[in-house]
């Protein structure tokens, strides 16, 4: 299965990375929609409301350094910005089990060997695994996605919320949660003008030098000793494991 609509003036989104978006809408269309990771409805869409939609954030995304993409689902936005960064170490967090095991594939199918997949939650891997970018797309509120991104960014580090029009909503409605994390240089932006329609959307906010998770009770929690299970593939690095604008469907965390 292929996408219905393929957008023209795809090779000035992803260069010689063209190849490797095309296969991934593939997967996402094909795997993707057969094992429920993907609405149906979503084919004829994967690229304007998916795949584009996630690129735009790479402008955002420097060209070397690490990368989380937290609650990664289907690999939007973590596989296209590696494919678009592609010297970038990127680490795709997932908690449920048939999404871990499609990244996999795709990470495998693709080649992209400075990608590697964990399974776990966010909260359990905290100061297990961290990077200097963390992305989240159709996670969580953002009071809720906050904490736990900053559990995985590296003091200092940058933290991407894909989100939609009630952005700034929901700013508002965490700050209290964001000042007691300690968060700096908070700010909604638009990327993509002009390529997508409507621009996307990207909550952007630093971590703070000195974590002060425990304040806003997000932190792992003393005593658990659930932890994830070690994953691995062709393509993907084994590791320990823990867990836009978007439509795609808010991911339920701890699945499978």
Same mark, same amino acid.
């Given at each position: 299965?292929?996408?219905?609509?393929?957008?023209?003036?795809?090779?000035?989104?992803?260069?010689?990375?063209?190849?490797?978006? =095309?296969?991934?809408?593939?997967?996402?269309?094909?795997?993707?929609? =057969?094992?429920?990771?993907?609405?149906?409805?979503?084919?004829?869409?994967?690229?304007?409301?998916?795949?584009?939609?996630?690129?735009?954030?790479?402008?955002?995304?420097?060209?070397?350094?690490?990368?989380?993409?937290?609650?990664?689902?289907?690999?939007?936005?973590?596989?296209?910005?590696?494919?678009?960064?592609?010297?970038?170490?990127?680490?795709?967090?997932?908690?449920?089990?048939?999404?871990?095991?499609?990244?996999?594939?795709?990470?495998?199918?693709?080649?992209?060997?400075?990608?590697?997949?964990?399974?776990?939650?966010?909260?359990?891997?905290?100061?297990?695994?961290?990077?200097?970018?963390?992305?989240?797309?159709?996670?969580?509120?953002?009071?809720?996605?906050?904490?736990?991104?900053?559990?995985?960014?590296?003091?200092?580090?940058?933290?991407?919320?894909?989100?939609?029009?009630?952005?700034?909503? =929901?700013?508002?409605?965490?700050?209290?949660?964001?000042?007691?994390?300690?968060?700096?240089?908070?700010?909604?932006?638009?990327?993509?003008?002009?390529?997508?329609?409507?621009?996307?959307?990207?909550?952007?906010?630093?971590?703070?030098?000195?974590?002060?998770?425990?304040?806003?009770?997000?932190?792992?929690?003393?005593?658990?000793?659930?932890?994830?299970?070690?994953?691995?593939?062709?393509?993907?690095?084994?590791?320990?494991?823990?867990?836009?604008?978007?439509?795609?469907? =808010?991911?339920?965390?701890?699945?499978?």
């Amino acid at each position: 299965m292929v996408p219905e609509v393929t957008p023209p003036g795809l090779a000035g989104w992803f260069g010689d990375a063209l190849p490797l978006a =095309e296969r991934y809408a593939g997967l996402l269309v094909g795997p993707g929609v =057969e094992r429920g990771l993907v609405g149906p409805a979503e084919a004829a869409r994967i690229w304007d409301r998916h795949i584009l939609n996630c690129a735009a954030v790479a402008d955002l995304v420097p060209h070397r350094g690490t990368l989380i993409d937290l609650g990664s689902g289907a690999g939007l936005p973590g596989i296209v910005l590696a494919m678009l960064r592609p010297e970038a170490d990127v680490t795709l967090v997932e908690p449920m089990a048939r999404r871990v095991a499609f990244l996999l594939e795709c990470v495998d199918t693709l080649g992209l060997s400075r990608v590697r997949v964990v399974r776990g939650r966010a909260e359990d891997l905290a100061g297990q695994v961290s990077a200097d970018v963390v992305t989240a797309r159709a996670v969580a509120p953002l009071a809720k996605l906050a904490g736990w991104a900053v559990g995985l960014c590296r003091p200092g580090g940058t933290i991407l919320a894909i989100k939609g029009a009630s952005a700034a909503d =929901e700013v508002a409605a965490s700050r209290l949660v964001l000042r007691r994390l300690g968060v700096s240089d908070l700010a909604v932006l638009e990327v993509g003008g002009g390529k997508v329609d409507p621009p996307v959307t990207v909550v952007r906010f630093v971590a703070p030098v000195r974590r002060r998770m425990a304040a806003a009770g997000n932190g792992p929690r003393a005593g658990d000793r659930r932890s994830g299970r070690r994953v691995s593939g062709r393509g993907a690095a084994s590791a320990p494991g823990g867990s836009g604008r978007s439509r795609e469907p =808010e991911k339920r965390r701890g699945d499978g």
